[in-house]
């Protein structure tokens, strides 16, 4: 039984399209009143392996935890340098869209690109993205780290649901062939 395999980000952003504050800090997200966890353990269980860029694992790394968050799902992360995998961790830097194809075609539950920006903007430009979920802070920054680069592509989405949490809005859409 083989079931479709789809990529969707799940991220969390400002009303005004930042992932992050300049120092990529993140204390501006927590200010804001949520619920429970707003969905995340729901999102978590439908997804079986985790894609991370080289800075947002590496700013996970910094952040302290008792062990790695992505302990219990294959974990891949994006980079340009060599680096030998480690027990959590595969290190890709080879072609994305072969190795999304490769990842796809294998029996298994969603991809999750966690991010950052700049793998997204890969994965968007390859149009290797199925699925956004993206839950709106009642914040506005006015600068930090873009959700979405300014780019030569487009993407035409398809509204699947949306509800909040609290002061939270979560808007969950699908990219239209």
């Not at 799940?10 to 969905?39: H, P």
């Amino acid at each position: 039984m083989n079931i479709k395999r789809n990529v969707v980000l799940f991220i969390a952003s400002s009303l005004d399209g930042y992932i992050a504050a300049k120092d990529e800090s993140l204390e501006w997200l927590y200010n804001v009143e949520g619920e429970g966890d707003n969905g995340f353990s729901e999102f978590y269980e439908t997804v079986d392996t985790v894609l991370l860029g080289r800075r947002t694992y590496d700013w996970v790394m910094n952040q302290e935890m008792e062990e790695f968050p992505y302990k219990n799902k294959q974990c891949y992360v994006f980079t340009r340098a060599s680096n030998k995998d480690i027990e959590d961790v595969k290190f890709v830097n080879g072609s994305v869209t072969k190795f999304i194809e490769r990842l796809k075609s294998q029996d298994g539950k969603n991809i999750w690109i966690v991010g950052g920006g700049e793998l997204l903007h890969s994965f968007i430009q390859e149009k290797l993205v199925d699925e956004l979920i993206i839950t709106v802070a009642p914040t506005i920054l006015g600068k930090g780290i873009p959700l979405f680069r300014e780019g030569d592509y487009q993407l035409d989405l398809s509204l699947k649901g949306m509800r909040n949490f609290n002061q939270f809005v979560e808007l969950y859409y699908e990219v239209k062939n």
